[in-house]
């Protein structure tokens, strides 16, 4: 493992760090390439650099493979057929268009799903795919979103997804750090909150902005997620 000072310098935001790292790859350690791509999960535009998911992709540990791939911001062919509006500024470098074939034809499942994230394995498709795919797409969400997630969870059910897997997929996407953040109670919650309780009481024509922020369409769905209340309650992070 890299001490706290040495990844420090080894990643400091200059010309000379992607020299710095090609040079000590070879010689670090599994856990220690881990750090690497760890360091680059930051911030909301979070991503490892093209240069560094080639490095990471040829590794020979799959997980490091996988943790590269899950921060890596894969660009997939154009689809046939659709207008390229951005021009020039939505073509491919060579790099990315490499990126994207050495993931999707991974040995690893899990790599392979990195790849597919965005692309084929979409909420839309989320229901009818295996129980791997579900938590692997949760796991790579870079902007989870609570009502999102619920309305998905509904249809979920009404597609007779298992509850044992649902239970999985509400504990991977609620052990998100950003998810969990969000749920955190503060201030600001807590004031909403006491503005729901008056919300009946307010003139109609607030009545629809008034369920919106409620978050009403999703509501039913936090209500069938405690259907088996007990198994429900288990499956959340108690921390």
């Not at 996988?66 to 057929?81: I, M, N, S, V």
Request: hydrophobic share 40%; charged share 25%.
């Amino acid at each position: 493992m890299l001490s706290e000072s040495v990844l420090e310098e080894l990643l400091r935001e200059t010309p000379m760090r992607e020299h710095l790292v090609r040079e000590a790859w070879p010689d670090l350690s599994t856990e220690s390439r881990l750090q690497i791509s760890q360091a680059f999960d930051v911030g909301w535009m979070a991503g490892v650099p093209d240069w560094l998911s080639l490095l990471a992709l040829n590794d020979t540990a799959v997980i490091v493979r996988y943790w590269a791939a899950r921060l890596t911001h894969f660009q997939p062919p154009r689809p046939e057929g659709v207008d390229d509006v951005l021009g020039p500024l939505s073509e491919r470098t060579e790099e990315q268009k490499q990126l994207y074939e050495m993931a999707r034809t991974d040995s690893s499942e899990l790599v392979r799903l990195c790849a597919d994230c965005g692309e084929t394995l979409t909420y839309q498709t989320l229901a009818t795919v295996s129980q791997l795919q579900r938590l692997a797409f949760l796991r790579t969400l870079s902007m989870p979103h609570l009502g999102v997630f619920f309305q998905w969870l509904d249809t979920a059910v009404r597609a007779g997804v298992p509850d044992l897997e649902l239970r999985e997929c509400l504990r991977e996407f609620v052990s998100l750090p950003a998810v969990r953040e969000d749920l955190e109670p503060t201030p600001m919650n807590t004031s909403m909150m006491l503005w729901w309780r008056s919300a009946p009481a307010l003139p109609s024509r607030a009545v629809g902005m008034s369920r919106e922020l409620r978050g009403e369409r999703c509501r039913g769905s936090w209500h069938i997620s405690c259907r088996p209340a007990w198994a429900w309650q288990r499956s959340l992070p108690t921390s």
